[in-house]
């Protein structure tokens, strides 16, 4: 299933715009109950306006509420910006560490941020385990585990440690576009065969192809027509 999601989904990356550990660090905390879609439209001004820890351990609280506020909870997210700003400064010289117990230690990180920063931030192979990642491996019947360490941990010790955050996007991706939470595209998926949970979701090819989403719903139909 790894590899059939492998050739489902070429185009599978972090969906979070970044080009700094930094930014990538601040942009996933922002994406805590909204969508990556939304954190990327806010982001280019916030990352403008602070471009440093030191930035963001001296911004003004109301303005960056005020920047916050179309992603939501955003004192809360504007509390852990400027704390990680100050964080970073006091015990890293203003960096990003590279390490997952450093990045867990910050205010705002926990062990799914820390994975993704590792992963895409410093090609430190990590499993993030967010909503997606938990239901389809969960559907798939690759483990029976709902805390999302213990899942990581079941996950990790069946996939290559190379594969695990290129895996964790496709299965992110596959979540996002075929097998959705209410009513994924069964008819239409490629890993029909091999799913234990094949049959909750649309069966009927042609309607579980009007279920797909994302920008490559053509090549998604075609896979599926020809699997």
């Known amino acids: 299933m790894g590899r059939a999601l492998a050739e489902i989904h070429p185009d599978a990356h972090c969906e979070l715009d970044f080009s700094t550990p930094l930014e990538l660090a601040?942009?996933?905390?922002?994406?805590?109950?909204?969508?990556?879609?939304?954190?990327?439209?806010?982001?280019?001004?916030?990352?403008?306006?602070?471009?440093?820890?030191?930035?963001?351990?001296?911004?003004?609280?109301?303005?960056?509420?005020?920047?916050?506020?179309?992603?939501?909870?955003?004192?809360?997210?504007?509390?852990?910006l400027m704390k990680l700003g100050q964080a970073l400064i006091d015990r890293h010289d203003g960096q990003v560490p590279g390490t997952l117990d450093a990045l867990v230690a910050l205010p705002g990180i926990g062990r799914k941020t820390a994975n993704v920063i590792l992963g895409n931030a410093f090609g430190v192979p990590g499993i993030t385990v967010d909503t997606h990642f938990q239901r389809l491996t969960q559907r798939w019947h690759w483990t029976t585990e709902t805390d999302p360490v213990k899942i990581e941990?079941?996950?990790?010790?069946?996939?290559?440690?190379?594969?695990?955050?290129?895996?964790?996007?496709r299965v992110i991706f596959h979540g996002r576009r075929v097998c959705h939470a209410r009513k994924p595209a069964c008819g239409a998926c490629t890993l029909r065969r091999d799913c234990p949970s094949y049959g909750i979701g649309e069966t009927n090819l042609e309607a579980a192809i009007g279920l797909l989403k994302g920008p490559r719903v053509a090549e998604l139909t075609e896979l599926a027509l020809a699997s």
């Not at 471009?51 to 939501?72: S, W």
């Not at 941990?153 to 996007?169: K, N, P, Y």
Request: charged share 20%.
């Open 26 to 80: 601040v942009a996933t905390i922002l994406s805590a109950q909204t969508t990556d879609v939304r954190v990327n439209q806010v982001t280019p001004k916030l990352f403008a306006r602070y471009p440093d820890a030191a930035a963001y351990a001296a911004a003004d609280r109301i303005e960056m509420q005020e920047m916050l506020v179309p992603l939501g909870f955003f004192r809360n997210k504007t509390d852990s």
């Open 153 to 169: 941990h079941v996950v990790g010790a069946l996939i290559e440690r190379r594969d695990w955050t290129m895996l964790s996007h």
